[in-house]
């Protein structure tokens, strides 16, 4: 099985096209139905606003999707979450979605360069000498030192800002990291956090990201306390499902929002199908497709050119499965990270109970734009291998594939989010969340808190309305 991308987005012309019919009115309209938006929704609705979503694809969600593979739901986008995102564990509980740990119970196996491990639950670092492990805790040292001159808030204003975002991560590593299997293990990291390569990322951008996630180690990890601690039964997207079940607001799939104009008291979203109106608009888009609409009057110069410069990782995401988990039967939980293979990392995401084995792990960065055009059949043996070189020979016999491509997918334009190269976020970074009139924006990358994440994508909801409220207060 492998997911249909999502259609192409439609070239802009040279010549306007006929103005669309008037569309609906409320008193603000929400462009984009991912977590984001839902969290503006909902907000804006319980104070008692009416309220219009506006989405291009046919499903709510964004970056987080639905699908089923060998009779179990699945995500084909984000599917995780950490003990330190209280926003995100507390509404799936509201809403009747449950958690369970992501399965590591056993030895992970992988290789880093040269050297193979195997080693109990994640713990590889045991693994790769004791040198290694000495400097590995050194460069963990330096990286928390650097985040003390980091305010997530705004990562721009520290007095060490500029010169910090004049490094790429891999200058700063060829400096300051001596031990080729320690810089080999960055690499990794960067890669399968970001979804970019090392030389494409500014190292304030990388700290900033770090900060808002609460340092590097919780960000790299499966057991309490990591990132990727919790899975959700049923998937993620249930809780965007039922966020969206919830709303009395008007939703509105298949409506890309073509252009943002502002009039006097008010202000008009144009889709192919209506011009709509508002009081306010809250734009919670990825910055790709954010910066292909047309804004009137014209977004501030720092805004533009902070858009030109946010890049969206590169990423295939693949789920595997088997009539058992047969890997725990060698005393393995299923986990990959070989620095040395397009397809890594891997996970066991194996619900409790369920009748088949799944695994689930990533193409990344430039492993993804290169097996991008290789096309299916040429991924799924590629991670066929993977998983039977580490995991043995059962696992050559899948009942079931599936993967999404991100980078094919036209409404986020890759994931998981958007990073910074050298030099944007300290000269532009104070037009992140700034609203341009009655125009605001959400989305993961305008968070303070788990930018990247879809508990930043919650914050980011409250808070843009938030400014709405405000705004609305303020007015005579």
């Known amino acids: 099985m492998t997911a249909d991308p ?26 984009g139905a991912g977590f984001a938006g839902l969290s503006t929704a909902t907000v804006l609705e319980a104070a008692g606003l009416s309220v219009l979503v506006l989405e291009a694809r046919d499903r709510v969600g964004g970056r987080v999707e639905a699908a089923t593979l060998a009779g179990q739901p699945i995500d084909l986008g984000g599917m995780w979450a950490g003990p330190t995102q209280p926003a995100l564990l507390a509404l ?107 030389d494409d990322l500014s190292l304030l951008f990388f700290l900033f990201y770090l900060k808002s996630a609460g340092g590097l180690e919780v960000l790299i990890q499966a057991g309490p306390g990591g990132a990727q601690n919790l899975l959700f039964h049923g998937g993620l997207h249930r809780i965007a499902a039922r966020m969206h079940d919830g709303l009395a607001a008007e939703t509105r799939l298949g409506e890309p929002a073509r252009a943002v104009r502002q009039r006097a008291g008010g202000v008009e979203v144009v889709t192919p199908a209506g011009r709509h109106r508002a009081d306010r608009v809250v734009v919670a888009v990825p910055p790709a497709l954010c910066a292909a609409v047309e804004f009137s009057p014209p977004l501030p110069a720092p805004r533009r050119e902070l858009l030109k410069r946010q890049t969206t990782g590169a990423c295939v995401k693949v789920w595997v499965a088997y009539p058992r988990p047969f890997w ?74 599936a993967e999404r491509d991100w980078t094919r997918e036209a409404w986020s334009r890759g994931c998981y989010g958007a990073y910074l190269p050298p030099g944007a976020l300290s000269k532009y970074g104070a037009a992140l969340r700034a609203p341009h009139g009655r125009v605001h924006w959400a989305g993961t990358e305008t968070a303070t808190v788990w930018s990247g994440y879809v508990e930043g994508a919650l914050q980011s909801g409250r808070r843009a309305a938030e400014e709405v409220l405000q705004a609305r207060a303020a007015e005579p």
């Not at 999502?6 to 462009?31: N, T």
């Not at 097996?371 to 991924?379: E, F, I, K, V």
């Open 6 to 31: 999502a259609p192409p987005l439609p070239a802009r012309r040279a010549a306007r096209p006929a103005e669309p019919a008037p569309g609906a009115q409320a008193d603000c309209i929400v462009v």
């Open 328 to 401: 725990r039967d060698r005393g393995l939980n299923g986990g990959v990270a070989d620095d040395t293979r397009p397809f890594s990392p891997v996970y066991d995401a194996t619900p409790p109970g369920a009748s088949v084995g799944l695994l689930s792990g990533f193409f990344d960065g430039e492993a993804a734009v290169e097996w991008s055009d290789r096309g299916t059949d040429a991924r799924r043996d590629e991670v066929v291998a993977t998983l039977a070189e580490h995991l043995g020979p059962g696992a050559q016999n899948p009942i079931g594939y």
């Open 92 to 198: 799936a509980e509201r809403l009747g979605v449950a958690t369970f740990p992501t399965p590591l119970d056993g030895r992970s196996r992988g290789r880093v360069g040269d050297l193979p491990f195997e080693a109990e639950g994640e713990a590889f670092e045991d693994e790769i000498g004791l040198v290694s492990k000495l400097r590995l805790g050194l460069l963990i040292h330096k990286i928390n030192r650097l985040l003390r001159h980091v305010d997530a808030d705004a990562p721009w204003e520290g007095a060490r800002a500029a010169a910090l975002d004049r490094e790429t991560v891999a200058s700063w590593a060829a400096r300051e990291v001596g031990d080729r299997t320690v810089r080999r293990l960055l690499d990794f990291v960067v890669r399968s956090v970001f979804c970019a390569e090392p």
